[in-house]
């Protein structure tokens, strides 16, 4: 026990012993309240002594014997001249958290530092924290405005993305403001939900308690707040929403991480009309506001770009997206750039039955015929930029070629009266003609078709951009009639050249509580892949910003497709709470989500949303500021009722 305490005592003397100095440590805590912004200085008198706050931004510079020069920058991200004629800046570095005491000054011509006319005569230097050899080092990565991400603080303090982080906020409260107009409840549902099937991978929280045969229980975060907001319906909120934390076990891209915020929305004895009413009124207003690409822009119905504030937005049926524009999200900047389908002219494709329709894109006037421009767009039959088969790629740059091109393409197709696609075509030299096949209209499932990711390439690249986006405006559209239900696709680990289904397997296109288009309802029991569904996608210039649907509140149509259709055999475990509330007088009730890191990105002129988010995943979904995730000991984990995997 002596022992004990003379370890005690000796632990005590050694922290006493390296505690800071007294005055040193408490001067950083001691510091004016009456301070001003840079921005303020213009209102102020030429002498006038001020106090303020910043950061060093640029390492001193010594022009004369007693005369330093410095840039401070603010808590606004403004910066100006620092004028040193005492010395008090000798010790100074790069990011040191400052106090600075002076006097107002018009900026001299010959000082080189940052402001707006004026500059600060330093008569005190309080210095709150001063700054390791750190940031001084790393003077390009801050230029460039690109930290490492584990210094993720640092690059924060850019303008840039304190700007980026005060229009996110100011959007938020423009979001609130909108539908708190439109007679919506903010509400808070929980994070800790429980594990149910609703698409992609969820993150497990475990539990201490476990289950009566032993075996550990957990709890899941939730990968979108669907079922409470459909409780809450069925509790009598007639309009309810919440930026919602929202969590996804799934592989990350620029506008993906494992966890995000969503604008949730319901709408109780309500429809997909009522709420996208909602949502065009709030989207097109924030963009309006909000938009560093100005006001949003939409079709009319002759395909021509007009203001979304004036017309309502264009709506397109799955089909229709998938049809003449490859993909269920189509970039509508470049409207004009539709894919032909063949069929008319009996052109076919015979590689694959399931497969049969040929489409053509047709790049006018891609490249100078008189050069060898066709080879700037050989990323175009690039493998790695295609999931399954790749587009054959045919330039137009003979004569020859004007009536022959469909050559190249009967490996795959078979044509009937070439003469006559060419002379609907009208190719000419410098044309380039894409094409490849695809499953039928009626179950068109493969997202995006290789023509579809061809457009996506052509407008990704900046000679496309110049030649076929007719606006660098952003450009929405509805999508509607969604398949209600998809065959389950086939992972393979070799590329093949045209996706493969389970047998006799599918799953939701969406989430399994969206309601089928009536005029489908009797396809349900035996045709369940031909079925429509009442879902509804916003998609602005090639993105989604969200998606929604009227939902099922009838328990027994419900209960069908849960276990008839989806084949959940445990239906009542996992989803009883819904089905016992349905049976209870829930209204009819729909709804939506935006994804509300995704829509920001869009505003401000981002192509990442790893750029409005504070302290963004990396790719492989880690923390790297505060070095997440991390391992626990066994010890731990036996608290939880788990255990590390026994290793061979």
Request: with cysteine; proline share 6%; net charge positive.
């Amino acid at each position: 026990m002596l022992g004990r305490n003379v370890r005690l005592i000796h632990t005590i003397s050694r922290l006493c012993k390296d505690l800071p100095p007294l005055e040193s440590t408490l001067g950083k805590f001691r510091f004016e309240k009456d301070v001003v912004s840079i921005k303020e200085l213009a209102k102020l008198s030429e002498g006038t002594i001020v106090n303020v706050n910043g950061w060093i931004d640029k390492k001193p510079v010594k022009v004369g014997k007693k005369l330093v020069f410095c840039t401070l920058r603010d808590v606004g991200g403004n910066k100006i001249q620092l004028v040193d004629s005492e010395l008090l800046l000798k010790r100074a570095n790069v990011e040191d958290a400052v106090q600075v005491r002076g006097s107002v000054m018009p900026k001299r011509q010959a000082s080189n530092g940052d402001g707006d006319g004026f500059e600060i005569k330093l008569t005190s230097v309080t210095t709150l924290n001063p700054s390791n050899k750190k940031p001084s080092e790393l003077q390009d990565f801050k230029s460039e405005g690109i930290y490492p991400p584990e210094l993720r603080f640092l690059q924060l303090r850019l303008p840039k993305y304190q700007n980026l982080l005060k229009k996110r906020h100011e959007i938020t409260k423009s979001v609130r403001r909108c539908l708190g107009g439109y007679g919506f409840t903010e509400i808070e549902t929980p994070i800790l939900f429980k594990s149910t099937p609703e698409g992609a991978r969820e993150f497990l929280v475990p539990t201490r308690k476990a289950a009566e045969d032993k075996k550990p229980t957990f709890y899941a975060l939730p990968q979108s707040p669907q079922q409470y907001k459909q409780l809450l319906m069925a509790s009598g909120v007639h309009r309810y929403f919440q930026l919602a934390r929202c969590f996804r076990d799934e592989d990350l891209r620029a506008d993906r991480q494992p966890e995000f915020t969503q604008i949730d929305m319901e709408m109780a004895f309500a429809d997909g009309e009522d709420v996208m009413k909602v949502v065009e009124a709030l989207v097109t207003a924030t963009w309006n506001r909000f938009s560093s690409n100005g006001d949003l822009l939409t079709l009319d119905n002759r395909g021509k770009l007009v203001s979304a504030k004036e017309h309502s937005i264009r709506r397109m049926s799955y089909q229709q997206a998938m049809t003449e524009y490859g993909i269920d999200k189509p970039d509508l900047r470049a409207p004009d750039l539709r894919i032909r389908d063949l069929s008319e002219f009996k052109a076919f494709g015979y590689t694959n039955k399931d497969f049969p329709v040929f489409e053509v894109l047709v790049l006018k006037k891609a490249f100078d015929p008189k050069s060898d421009g066709h080879n700037e767009w050989s990323f175009l039959s690039d493998p790695d930029n295609y999931n399954t088969r790749v587009p054959i790629v045919v330039p137009i740059k003979h004569d020859l070629d004007e009536t022959s091109w469909f050559e190249k393409f009967l490996p795959i197709t078979a044509f009937e009266n070439p003469k006559l696609i060419t002379k609907f075509l009208n190719l000419k030299k410098g044309d380039i003609v894409c094409g490849s096949t695809r499953q039928h209209a009626r179950h068109l499932f493969e997202n995006p078709t290789p023509m579809g990711r061809l457009r996506q390439l052509v407008l990704q690249n900046p000679v496309g951009k110049e030649l076929y986006q007719q606006t660098t405006k952003d450009v929405a559209s509805w999508v509607t009639d969604f398949p209600l239900f998809s065959p389950v696709e086939i992972h393979s680990a070799k590329k093949l050249a045209y996706p493969q289904y389970e047998k006799d397997i599918i799953t939701s296109t969406h989430h399994p509580f969206t309601m089928v288009r009536h005029s489908d309802y009797q396809n349900l029991k035996e045709k369940p892949l031909q079925c429509l569904g009442q879902h509804y996608d916003l998609v602005v210039s090639g993105v989604e910003i969200g998606g929604g649907s009227t939902r099922i509140h009838d328990p027994a149509l419900q209960d069908f497709i849960f276990k008839e259709i989806l084949n959940i055999n445990n239906a009542h475990e996992l989803f009883g709470h819904l089905l016992n509330a349905f049976e209870m007088g829930t209204p009819p009730h729909a709804g939506f989500a935006i994804g509300f890191d995704r829509m920001c990105a869009m505003l401000c002129g981002s192509e990442s949303i790893r750029d409005v988010i504070a302290f963004p995943k990396s790719i492989t979904g880690s923390d790297l500021v505060v070095g997440s995730p991390t391992t626990v000991t066994q010890d731990v984990l036996k608290t939880y009722n788990i255990d590390y995997a026994k290793t061979q």
